[in-house]
């Protein structure tokens, strides 16, 4: 179902025609900010196609900012406005596509498809990693079980999984970075390149052509985020405390949670086994965070005393009752604890969660260096 969010009466009525001869379901128009998040609250549609401009309070660029996070509503906004500074503001929106004023029909089906191809794809990349892990996991867990080893038995073979996820992820990452976000970078050159060449007589096309790129550019910043997290080079680079800092600046640009970050020196850098696994437990606790907590803070604090290296990540959201997880939110939330309880006790330390509901979330990983 699409949401139509126009104050045009008469182009309402064509996007709403339009959209149902593309076999599209349709519901509204509405015309106001407050209207579609009172829409999103009864029933949230597949898609919302989104004036930037809007009656009321709130414009369309505001109300997408106010959508909630999870699960995602992608956005196409619907403009007559392509200069830098409107499209700039609308890039704060995430959207998943933009309509210049005045399309085609084959251009309203086109940004249409091209949207909902984005969500199916970032869906697939997050049930494909979710399930790689769960499923190699199981299945060592009943292999070891079927064969009556011992525990040890069960920490090594999570280890190699662990070792193959993370080479087959560094694999992924390589490919998305030289076959996605290069060639896009490489066709925003050349659409900039002819950009400049067209004459001042054909503003109108040029200001499409600017959109276009505008959106070229938004879909590389989703790839390179996608390979980012996938394979953070930055860790490999320059530490753990680089990393931290690339993961915070992103998720509180991405979500606008803010995340007060506390690293202590650490003097020489930690064994490259250990940074991944604190790295990859940060990543799955802020997921955790967007998805469940509806938290509006997050504190991270990395110390380490002595021979202990603690990985501290904690959240004034909701919270969760730990002894009763019954929702399909928190059944989820679960199995992402789970997999980074066996993400540290595969490199010899162990983690606690203390959390209860209206309380927040604290998670704390303890890894004993060279234990």
Known sequence: MILVVENERLVAADLKMQLERLGYGVSGPVATGEA??????????DLILMDVMLDGAMDGIAAARALPKHPVIPVVFLTAHSDRPTVQRAGEGAPYGYIIKPFTPAELGIAVEMAFHRVAAEEQLRQAEARSYEAQRLDALAAVTAAGQDEER?????????????????????????????PLSAIAFRGEA???????????????????????????????????????????LLGLDAALHEISTEFTKRTG?????????????????IELTLCRSVQEALENVEAHAHAQHVNLRLTKQGKNVELAIGDDGVGFDQDH???????????????????????GGALSVKSAPGQGTTICARILLGG
Do not use: W, Y
């Open 36 to 45: 579609v998040l009172a829409q999103v609250a009864a029933h949230a549609p």
């Open 154 to 182: 069960l920490r090594a073979l999570t280890r190699n999984l662990m070792e193959e996820q993370e080479a087959e992820r560094g694999r992924l990452a390589l490919e998305l970075h030289d076959n996605v976000t290069q």
């Open 257 to 273: 949670v803010p995340i007060k970050l506390d690293c202590a020196p650490l003097g020489e850098r930690l064994p490259a086994n």
């Open 325 to 347: 997880l019954p929702t399909k939110s928190e059944a989820a939330r679960g199995l992402g604890l789970f997999g980074m309880r066996e993400r540290v006790a595969a490199a």
């Open 194 to 236: 002819q950009a400049r060449k067209l004459r001042a007589r054909d503003a109108p096309a040029k200001s499409e052509q600017r959109a276009l790129l505008q959106l070229i550019g938004e879909t590389a910043v989703v790839a390179e985020r996608i390979s980012r997290k996938l394979r953070p080079g930055v860790l490999d």
